[in-house]
C-alpha cells in the first residue's frame, strides 16, 4: 500500500533510529527544531535586549494561531502556555466558587495534574463530581455524564480524549447540555490536537487546553489556552499577571485587562520552548489533521487486530470513531515487558492500571506496528501462541 505520509520521516531523524510509538506522550523531533534553537540563540546575542521587540513578545500569539488551524479556532483566540496544569489554574480562576452554581463535573478518565488542580478548588468552595467510567476504566456512558451537568454547575473540565485509554468523548454533546443549563466547557485536547480534526469553534467550546508537546511535535513548555471569543472581554481570571495588561509596558499597579486572549496571560513567555514549537506546528498543518486521523485510523486497528490475533487484551475503545491516536495493550505482565521494549529501542509507554500505550503518528508505518506487537506476544509470560500468519 503506498502511503504518502511516509515522505515526511526523513524530516524526523529519530524515526529512523528506533521504532518510535510514544507520539502521545513526546511527539519525534523534527528537524527544524535545531534551527529553531539555534536562531533563538542566534537573536538572543546577537540582538540582545532588542530581540523582545523582532519578535519575542509576540511569540505567545504567533505560535497560538499557527496551532489554531488545528483546534478549528479562528486566529487571535489561542495563547500559549507553560503547561496544561497551569492553563487550567487561569481557567478554574475565572469562576468564583463561594457562590451557588459552584460545580466542577468531569470523569474519571482525566488526566490526574488536572484533576488535582480542581479538586484544589474546593478549597474555595467549589463540589467536584467525578463521574465514573462504566467500570471498564475505558469509556464514559454519555447520558451518565450529562445528566451530571446541571443547573448548579459551572465547568465541565474534560478530555476530548483520555489519555490512559484514548476514549474520544462527544465534545459537541457535552458544550450543548453544559450551555443548555448555564456551565461552560474546558476541553483538554491534549490527546487529540495534531491527530485527529478539533472543531472547538463549531462545538462553541468555551475554552480548550492542550499542548503542543505530544502529536504536534513542538517539545516541552508548549502548552495553549483558547478562548472563546466572547469570553476574551468579560472573564476576569484571577491567576494573572502583567501580561495580561491592556498595556503591560505602562506598568501600572492596578491592571486593566486586555481585551484579548493576551488577558489569559501570566508572566514573561517562554520563547526558546514557543520557538521550537514553530516547525511541527508547519508540518501538521501542512498534512492536515483529516488526512493524519486517517492514517491513524488505520495504524490503531492494525493494532488492535493483530493483537487480537495473539489473544492480548486491548484496553482501547474498539470502534474507531470513539477511538484517539492510542492503543493501549494489557497482557499479563505489561510493566516489565514495557521496560524491555524500550531496552530495545521500541519506543512506548506503560501506564498503571491500562497497559502498554501504542502511539503511531503520521510518520509510522504498518510494518512497525506490527513489530511491537510481535515483540509484546513474544515477551508476554503466557504466550498465546497464535501466529498472526500472513500480512494482514
Ligand atoms: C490529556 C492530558 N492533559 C494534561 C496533561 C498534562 O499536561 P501538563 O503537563 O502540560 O500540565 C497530559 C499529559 O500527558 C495529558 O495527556
Known sequence: MSDPLLAWRNQFPIVDRTTYLISNSLGAMPEGASEALA?????WDTSGIKAWEKGWWDIVTEIGDLAAPLLGAPP???????SVTVASAIVRSCFDWA??????VHTELEFPSVMYLYAGAQAEGAEVVVVPTRGDGITVDLDQLLDAIDERTALVPISHVAFKSAFIQDAAAICEKAHRVGARVCLDVYQSAGVMPIEVEAWNADFAVGGCLKWLCGGPGNAFLYARRDLQERLEPQVTGWMAADEPFAFEPELT?????????????AVPAHMVARPGL?????IGPAAIREKSVALTERII??????GID???PREAERRGGTVTLAPPD????????LDEDILIDHRPGAGIRLAPHFYNSLDECDRAVDRIAELAPAPVGVSPGGDA
Not at 39 to 43: G, I, L, N, R
Not at 334 to 341: D, G, H, M, N, V
Open 39 to 43: 536562531e533563538y540563540a542566534e537573536m
Open 76 to 82: 487571535g483566540t489561542v495563547v500559549m502556555q507553560p
Open 99 to 104: 457562590g451557588h452554581r459552584n460545580r466542577i
Open 257 to 269: 485587562r486586555a481585551d484579548s486572549v493576551h488577558r489569559f496571560l501570566t508572566g514573561t513567555p
Open 282 to 286: 508547519e508540518i501538521v498543518n501542512r
Open 305 to 310: 487486530e493483530r493483537a487480537d490475533r495473539y
Open 314 to 316: 486491548v484496553a482501547t
Open 334 to 341: 505489561s510493566e516489565s515487558i514495557a521496560r524491555q521494549l
